[in-house]
């Protein structure tokens, strides 16, 4: 067995990481720590593993090499995955929110926000309603509480799907390219809740290509190509004096398109 350790004080650890998808290596090798409450950003060209290296952080993938620790469970070692018990307990503490929403829906937006804690977290009814309406003012979305999904508009059915992974009190969130399914004019509106959990001191990861909100809101972008790590660093570095001539290709390509 390795001695991989996870980092003291991380929140989530990530080592030596590697999952393949038949022949096809997609993660080859991460090391990476997130210390609790920051920020971090993602980015990379489609295709070089960040939904993958995320969806690995809270056991939706199984990653067949290396360590990830994460909010004080050891999720999977050497191949071995935490068992279905803690691994349903470990996906209370990591939210995720999709590029699709993933909204239920025949549910009202408020039970889609009360479903998982009155089942996981044993709520009564009213307390859910109580704590999915202070939710829905979070987001700004309190008059919608009784709407169906489908009326509401890209933006705010996003809005509810962070509202709905805020319900259960995970200690991190993850975010897989959370505004690209999005009409421009409402990429703002989820942004501004993303940043508002961020002052609050949310632990979050987030697969992006926006640039301004890395630019504001990260304390770290990672740059991925090829299912590694190619540079880290302060947004400041990795934007304005990347180390990596791929990096600066990458960016260029990603800020010509808008
Ligand atoms: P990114 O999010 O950076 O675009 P992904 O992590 O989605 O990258 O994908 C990385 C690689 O893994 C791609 O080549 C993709 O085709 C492959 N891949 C992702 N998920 C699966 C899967 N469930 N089965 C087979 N291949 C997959
Ligand atoms: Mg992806």
Do not use: W, Y
């Amino acid at each position: 067995m390795m001695s991989i350790q996870a980092a003291s004080g991380a929140i989530i650890s990530i080592r030596g990481l590697r999952k393949s998808f038949g022949p096809n290596v997609v993660l080859n090798g991460i090391d990476f720590d997130v210390m609790p409450q920051q920020v971090v950003v993602v980015i990379g060209p489609s295709g070089s593993g960040k939904s993958t290296f995320l969806r690995c952080c809270n056991g939706l993938e199984k990653a067949e090499g290396g360590r990830v620790d994460i909010c004080g469970h050891t999720l999977v070692n050497e191949g071995r995955m935490l068992p279905e018990a803690d691994l349903n307990s470990l996906r209370e503490e990591v939210g995720m929110v999709f590029q699709s929403f993933n909204l239920f829906p025949h549910l009202s937006v408020r039970e889609n926000i009360t479903l998982g804690p009155r089942k996981l977290r044993g709520l009564s009814r009213a307390q859910a309603q109580i704590e999915a309406d202070e939710l829905l003012k979070k987001v700004g979305l309190t008059d919608k509480a009784d709407a169906m999904p489908a009326s509401l508009s890209g933006g705010q059915k996003q809005r509810v799907a962070i509202a709905r992974a805020l319900a259960m009190k995970p200690r991190v969130m993850l975010f897989d390219e959370p505004t690209s399914a999005l009409d421009p004019e409402l990429v703002g509106e989820v942004l501004q809740v993303m940043k508002l959990l961020a002052s609050e001191g949310m632990t979050m990861m987030v697969v992006t290509h926006e640039m301004g909100f890395a630019k504001e809101v990260a304390d770290v972008v990672v740059v991925m190509d090829g299912g590694v790590i190619i540079e880290s660093g302060s947004p400041q570095t990795i934007f304005t004096n990347p180390a990596q001539e791929r990096t600066r290709s990458f960016l260029q390509a990603v800020l010509s398109r808008g």
